[in-house]
């Protein structure tokens, strides 16, 4: 697989991003309550994130965000590091949404979710 192509948006997002860690783990159950649970994988733990781009007063900003994450389609991976995080993670973007805020403002919010591909 190519290397994924790095994201880097004309203005940084907003300080209300948040992260999320869901850490995938198998579940075995067995009589009387009892379970044993272990990691599922080595990279059982991805960070799910919640990006805001907010008062981007410029459409070419806007246009520019929101037609990165449509060129990949939901599927192709880019390479990010979150502010004030330096790690480059890889992720993909299956969710955005483009809002109005005004005649000259709008705000974008996607979701990111990290993905370890080969």
Sequence with gaps: MATPV?????????????????????????????EQRVADGRNAQPILADVVWSGLVSATDAA??????????GAEP?????PPDATVRRWVCETWTQTAIDRYASSISAQFREVFDL
């Design 6 to 34: 790095t994201f880097a948006p004309p203005k940084a997002p907003s300080d209300s991003t948040t992260t999320t860690t869901e850490p995938r783990i198998l579940v075995a159950s067995y009589g009387d309550g009892f």
């Design 64 to 73: 520019t965000i929101a037609a990165f994450f449509a060129d990949r389609g």
């Design 78 to 82: 880019f390479e990010y590091a979150l």
